[in-house]
Each structure stands twice: as C-alpha cells, then as structure tokens.
C-alpha cells in the first residue's frame, strides 16, 4: 500500500489567499483525520471524518477552516482567507480505527508544510 | 476530556545509553496508548503501542510500560543509536469517539 498521499507537500501563499490541502486515506480505513503542527501548539486535531461523515470539529481553530470527505478515497482541508498564523505543517491520518477489531492505530502522511506571507 | 502530559521536552543521551520517556493521562477510560517517531520532514510514525489489558510490551530494544492505577505510561528505548534521534509522541486513545490526545513530544538526541 502506498500509504496516506497528501498533496501538495508545500505550500507558500499570500494572506488572503485560499488554500487547498489535499489527502488520499488508505484503502479501506474508515476513519480520517486533520491535524495542525506547530511549534507552539505540538499536534492538534482539526477535525475526523468516520464513513465520510464529520465526526468532531472541534479543533476546527475558525469559520475560515473547512474540510470535506466527499468519498471514502479523498479530503480536503480548505483554509480561506489564508493568515499568517496558519502557518503550519498540516498532517492527514487514516484507521481502521475500530476498538472492538483492535486496529486503531493512525497512520499518517508526510504531511503539507504551509507558510503564509 | 482527555488531556496527556509528556516529559521531558528535551532528551540527550549518549549512544549506547537508555532514554525514558513518561506519559500521564487524565481519563481513566482511556484503554489504547501508541508512541509515535517523527523525524525531520516526515509524519509521525507508530512505533510501538500497548492496551490496558496488558502492562508492559517489548520489541526488540523498545518497550512500553502501563500503569493504570497511576495514570501513566512509559517509554523506554535500549542501546540508543543515533538514528533513534528524533521527536517521539505519546497518545491516549478514548474508548468512546476516534480520538487520539497526543502529548507534547520529546526531541531525543543520541549522541555518537
């Protein structure tokens, strides 16, 4: 298996500016999830999808953030208007994520380095 | 909810020296506990994760340790190398929900 894709892995743009994340989970997984990097945040979690259905947005930090599943093999995180302070490196993860199967564990992709100007 | 605290934040060691890493949660609930490896420019990576039903699992020069009663969990990696250098991640996994709650990772240098 190729593993989790995303796309593109960097990203530089203007404030402002929307911006696309792209994500392609792993085969089969039923859960996918959105996390933020930073150096002073660590790892947080945006938003999870289960079967394509938004499960928690929680994490989501503004209106300005979006995601969506519109299958079971592709995501999206999209972020307009871009700011500064969204500068991050935005990771995607997938699972089986079933407690009862014992397969949760999170799988994630190299991640998209973002930096607004 | 469920919050974890990781300790140290930094770690230098020595190669062939042993490195600890240490976890507590806060939710008694929580039942699945997976330690990730990121390294520069990369995701993280599971490298080893441990269940509430057990205490204590190993691979190879890595082992995770449970305690359930005091909410926390370690990690402990043997006869470092320096490719072990990297950030490692402790999470806690909620029985209820697809949650992960990671803490906030140790930058590990092993030193040749």
């Known amino acids: 298996d190729a593993g989790v894709i995303q796309s593109p892995r960097h990203e530089v743009t203007e404030m402002g500016q929307e911006v696309t994340l792209r994500c392609k989970p792993i085969?089969?997984?039923?859960?996918l999830f959105w996390y933020r990097q930073t150096m002073m945040r660590g790892l947080e979690l945006l938003i999870y999808?289960?079967?394509?259905?938004?499960?928690?947005d929680s994490g989501m930090p503004e209106d300005r953030f979006s995601a969506k599943m519109p299958n079971a093999s592709f995501s999206t995180l999209k972020i307009q208007p871009s700011e500064p302070r969204d500068s991050a490196v935005y990771f995607c993860?997938?699972?089986?994520?079933?407690?009862?199967?014992?397969?949760?564990?999170?799988?994630f992709g190299p991640g998209t380095r973002l930096t607004v100007l | 909810g469920e919050n974890v605290e990781q300790h140290p934040s930094t770690l230098s060691v020595q190669e062939g020296d042993s490195a600890v890493i240490k976890c507590t949660y806060s939710?008694?609930?929580?039942?699945?506990f997976p330690w990730y490896k990121q390294e520069l420019g990369k995701g993280p990576q599971l490298i080893i994760d441990?269940?509430?039903?057990?205490g204590e699992k190993k691979d190879q020069r890595i082992a995770v340790t449970l305690n359930k009663t005091a909410k926390h969990f370690s990690l402990h990696i043997t006869e470092t190398q320096p490719e072990d250098s990297a950030v490692y991640f402790c999470?806690?996994?909620?029985?209820?929900?697809?949650?992960?709650?990671f803490g906030q990772g140790t930058e590990l240098s092993v030193k040749p």
């Open positions: 999470a806690a996994w909620a029985n209820q929900g697809g949650k992960l709650i």
């Open positions: 939710d008694s609930a929580s039942n699945y």
């Open positions: 441990i269940r509430s039903n057990v």
């Open positions: 999808f289960n079967n394509n259905v938004p499960i928690d």
């Open positions: 993860a997938s699972s089986l994520g079933v407690w009862t199967r014992g397969t949760d564990t999170q799988y």
């Open positions: 085969s089969g997984h039923d859960y």
